[in-house]
């Protein structure tokens, strides 16, 4: 009698309930950063025939946009957005031309990045890519003219992003552009050719944000 009682007791018994599982919601591919960078070019180049002349050009802290586009997790391409002003100025045989010109650079940077994913929430990353430097409202000062060349340039980078949650992060950034366009001046009415030695380190300081 205990057999069919017990299977009694089973089938009366109410059935288990079915859980679904969580959906699995992939992460977006897209991510930007908000930073201040530090421009720090190199004080070198020269005037071509005038032995003994240089260059200085001033360092810039501007803001800066990135954007950022993941094929995998470790994998991503960054583009970065920005413009900073430089000033020109003489050394050597030619330091007393002071001021020589003021120049503002454009220099949209692609690069493609490593990102390494076992350290929790520090994601550090490698990076190198390729520049391409526009010099826009240039003007004179000491020179009675002058044209700095837009040019290519490579670019190698490391950083790292330190993500409070899911989207919002913290991210330093350190890139070194090897960048050293030509330039024409005229001076005293004299027409000149030379190269600037831009190849500058950027620093950058910023927020990221993961979409």
């Not at 309930?17 to 004080?43: C, H, M, N, T």
């Not at 360092?59 to 800066?64: A, F, G, I, L």
């Not at 060349?149 to 790292?160: I, N, R």
């Amino acid at each position: 009698m205990g057999g069919p009682a017990l299977a009694a007791d089973i089938t009366k018994a109410a059935p288990l309930a079915y859980k679904a599982p969580a959906p699995v919601v992939e992460q977006s591919p897209w991510q930007i950063r908000l930073r201040l960078l530090g421009v720090f070019p190199e004080d070198n180049g020269s005037v071509h025939g005038v032995p003994g002349s240089g260059l200085d050009i001033s360092d810039s802290v501007v803001p800066e946009l990135d954007i950022t586009y993941y094929f995998t997790k470790n994998w991503a391409a960054e583009l970065i957005l920005g413009v900073t002003p430089h000033d020109i100025n003489g050394t050597g045989t030619i330091a007393s031309l002071n001021k020589i010109g003021e120049v503002w650079l454009l220099p949209p940077t692609l690069t493609l990045q490593y990102h390494f994913t076992d350290f929790g929430a520090f994601k550090p990353y490698v990076g190198a890519g390729i520049n391409y430097t526009f010099f826009f409202d240039q003007k004179a000062y000491s020179a009675d003219s002058i044209d700095v060349k837009d040019t290519f340039g490579w670019a190698l980078q490391v950083g790292f992003d330190y993500m409070f949650d899911e989207h919002w992060g913290l991210n330093v950034d350190v890139k070194k552009l090897f960048l050293k366009p030509d330039f024409d001046v005229v001076v005293a009415g004299q027409a000149l050719t030379g190269k600037a030695d831009l190849d500058p380190w950027i620093v950058g300081l910023g927020v990221t944000y993961r979409f």
